[in-house]
């Protein structure tokens, strides 16, 4: 076989630290993390998230680190965003971040669930989801639980 074919496709989470993220500036953060995913070369990034956390579901590349890519992703946007206004001068992303291997069969069902994210965070706090998703990908026995996982 003369070519490599990967697929390391992984759902991340991160959440702010001190300051959250106003509404008026999420769909323009969504749109830069997912330039800096491709420009880092996550390929079909989706984002999403409110005002305290973001979602991405992204194909990582095989040659870098997860942690380097995340952290690159976070910095960057970071950055971005103090310049966006004065109320983010003292922003940044909390330390640490999720980060869930997901079959490609079930993508669908955590691309729904990160373009919902308002709507779910209506009945689930974000410390809460956050707990469920580590509990549930560290339990989960096979498929058919991480897609009840993703059900909104």
Do not use: C
Not at 82 to 109: L, M, P
Request: no cysteine.
């Amino acid at each position: 076989m003369g070519h490599s074919y990967h697929i390391i496709l992984a759902h991340v989470v991160f959440h702010t630290g001190r300051r959250t993220i106003r509404e008026s500036d999420l769909a323009r953060l969504h749109a830069y993390i997912a330039t800096l995913a491709r420009d880092y070369r996550i390929h079909s990034p989706v984002v999403g998230g409110v005002a305290d956390h973001i979602h991405f579901i992204g194909n990582f590349p095989v040659d870098k680190a997860p942690s380097a890519l995340v952290g690159a992703i976070k910095a960057n946007s970071s950055r971005w965003l103090k310049g966006v206004n004065r109320y983010y001068a003292d922003f940044a992303w909390q330390e640490g971040y999720g980060y869930f291997s997901v079959s490609a069969s079930i993508r669908t069902d955590v691309v729904r669930y990160i373009q919902n994210q308002e709507a779910h965070h209506a009945r689930e706090s974000a410390a809460r989801e956050f707990e469920r998703m580590v509990r549930i990908h560290k339990m989960a026995a096979g498929e058919i639980e991480l897609q009840e996982a993703y059900k909104i």
